[in-house]
């Protein structure tokens, strides 16, 4: 009995050492730059934190989401470790005000943005955009300048208005052609009851990129460590998405309880395809190259969408990816 004890005692004191010597899982609060919802990078981090990615790799997550556009200042105040932007956004405001912020991962092989007709309009092609009222966001698209100069499309011909976020001024006959977010609006448009065109700026020779994650190029400096880890659950995280689709809608759904079950797939699906590139074939997913940022800069300077000249290569890095990755395969754990 003496010797069981013994034993006994030593098995706990041996599992009471190890605990001791497990580290506390490092706290990390990821902002999302919108409300909950399947873009990829939302749903990375909502698998990452279900699937116990996250704290495989130490880390206890904080998952927040943004309101009103505040995930920028946020990050800047040390509140956020991490968020998300668009890539033509990290170079804009790299330009003016010279945020210190670099992304170091790209999830949009293609951009967000895409331009959108119903089908029974006639519009099949953007010489039609001729004679017909075209609606953009906030400013004139890039997108479509670049569209426009490429098919020799008469500008002075489109009448050009500012109309905001809501997809009805299409179904309503305010415009003719809108400005969209290809992962949402064309559905969002479906399922009111038309049928639409698309037109992608990439289909056109127009560099796009689209979601990127970021920080502060302090934190990046500073705690390498804290980004390799956080990217590397996400990256996994992305790799489980695009092989478990309909799992990932319903993590999604755990977090958007009341989002639309075929309209978080849509969005999914949507965004998966526009993640894949022989970049990512070769290199992994989440990949992105000098070449994509620089071809994105000379088209955004080409059009006047950036206030100031800066050097690009500042705007992200690729030295976590490289970290992660070997030979195009994650590393793991």
């Not at 569209?147 to 809501?166: K, L, M, N, T």
């Not at 399922?191 to 920080?215: E, H, K, N, Q, S």
């Not at 990949?287 to 955004?300: N, T, V």
């Not at 100031?308 to 990816?321: E, I, M, Q």
Request: with cysteine.
């Amino acid at each position: 009995m003496r010797n069981i004890l013994i034993v006994t005692l030593a098995t706990l004191l041996t599992i009471a050492a190890l605990a001791c010597s497990q580290p506390e899982p490092e706290s990390v609060v990821f902002m999302a730059g919108y409300k909950p919802q399947a873009n990829l990078p939302f749903a990375a981090a909502y698998i990452a934190q279900e699937k116990g990615y996250f704290a495989e790799q130490g880390l206890n997550v904080e998952i927040r989401h943004a309101s009103s556009g505040e995930h920028l200042q946020l990050l800047m105040s040390g509140d956020v470790d991490f968020t998300t932007a668009d890539a033509p956004s990290v170079l804009k405001r790299k330009s003016d005000p010279g945020l210190p912020i670099v992304a170091f991962a790209l999830f949009g092989q293609r951009g967000q943005q895409g331009f959108l007709a119903l089908k029974d309009s006639g519009i099949a092609s953007p010489t039609d955009w001729e004679g017909r009222t075209f609606g953009y966001k906030v400013s004139i698209p890039p997108a479509y300048l670049a569209i426009v100069e490429a098919e020799q499309v008469d500008r002075s011909a489109v009448q050009e208005v500012r109309v905001g976020f809501d997809p009805r001024v299409l179904t309503e006959g305010q415009v003719d052609v809108l400005a969209v977010f290809k992962s949402n609006e064309p559905d969002t448009v479906r399922r009111m009851g038309f049928d639409v065109t698309l037109w992608d700026p990439a289909d056109y020779g127009v560099p796009t990129l689209g979601l990127t994650y970021i920080t502060r190029e302090e934190l990046a400096n500073a705690d390498s460590d804290k980004v390799e880890r956080f990217l590397k659950a996400t990256m996994r995280a992305l790799e489980f998405a695009r092989d478990n689709r309909e799992e990932t809608v319903e993590i999604v759904l755990k977090y958007a309880p009341e989002e639309n079950t075929e309209h978080q797939r849509y969005m999914l699906d949507t965004e998966l395809a526009d993640a894949v590139s022989p970049l990512t074939d070769a290199r992994g997913l989440g990949q992105m190259s000098p070449e994509q940022w620089q071809a994105l800069y000379d088209h955004l300077t080409a059009h006047e969408a950036l206030p100031k000249p800066f050097d690009y290569n500042t705007a992200f890095s690729t030295v976590f990816l490289d970290a992660i990755y070997d030979d195009g395969n994650l590393q793991w754990p």
